[in-house]
């Protein structure tokens, strides 16, 4: 695998609701003097509706995330910001497999029509950080931070998306990818995880590789 020029590269952080992605992020772009991209779940106007009644909303918060997204992707290739390092707190592929998982069939196939008109020249990212945790360390996370939108997100569907999370990135080669077990790590409250982890990126040899700390 050719050594990534972190500077100049676009490093994805993802992982389930929960498992530090925004923090994470913002803590890489400081480090490496770049911008920064989120994905503005609590920009959704249909999210904490969803959470209180899936199957009902599934719809309209999947097409919202999927034109915000695209328009944001968009932005991304105009600015030309890919001079500078960019981390975001998702990849873009992220989309379908939330539709997937939250839709119907008949759903799904109107998702994927659509997806198909505007999801067009959408640039890969040069890294993708998969963070992993067990989903009752997530719960924990989610239910300590007290977010209103979250009020309604139950054990079993973060179960699910994590279990979805696992299966994508198991059949993932795309991209270059790093997979990170979080539990014994907190990159919120340890600036030396961060560091840890950016010196676990520079080691990267192959374009799939695991990282867990023991501790």
């Known amino acids: 695998m050719k050594k990534l020029s972190l500077e100049s590269s676009h490093i994805a952080i993802e992982g389930a609701i929960g498992v530090g992605k925004t923090t994470l992020v913002q803590k890489l772009a400081h480090r490496l003097n770049g911008n920064v991209l989120l994905e503005g779940v609590e920009d959704n106007p249909f999210i904490e509706l969803f959470y209180q009644d899936p199957s009902r909303h599934a719809l309209s918060v999947q097409l919202s995330f999927l034109f915000s997204r695209v328009k944001q992707w968009q932005q991304i290739s105009q600015l030309n910001l890919f001079k500078r390092a960019l981390v975001s707190d998702y990849v873009f592929a992220k989309d379908r497999l939330f539709a997937r998982l939250n839709l119907s069939d008949e759903e799904f196939q109107l998702y994927e029509q659509v997806s198909k008109l505007v999801a067009t020249d959408i640039a ?27 009020k309604g997100l139950s054990l079993d569907y973060l179960r699910q998306v994590m279990a979805a999370y696992d299966e994508y990135f198991f059949h993932y080669y795309e991209t270059p990818l790093l997979i990170v077990q979080t539990d014994k790590l907190n990159f919120a409250e340890d600036d030396a995880s961060v560091d840890a982890l950016l010196e676990r990126v520079s080691q990267m040899r192959s374009p799939r590789e695991f990282w867990a700390e023991f501790v």
Not at 128 to 144: F, K, N
């Open 124 to 150: 890969q990212p040069d890294l993708v950080i998969y963070l992993q945790s067990r989903p009752e360390v997530i719960m924990q996370r989610v239910r300590q931070r007290s977010r209103p939108i979250e």
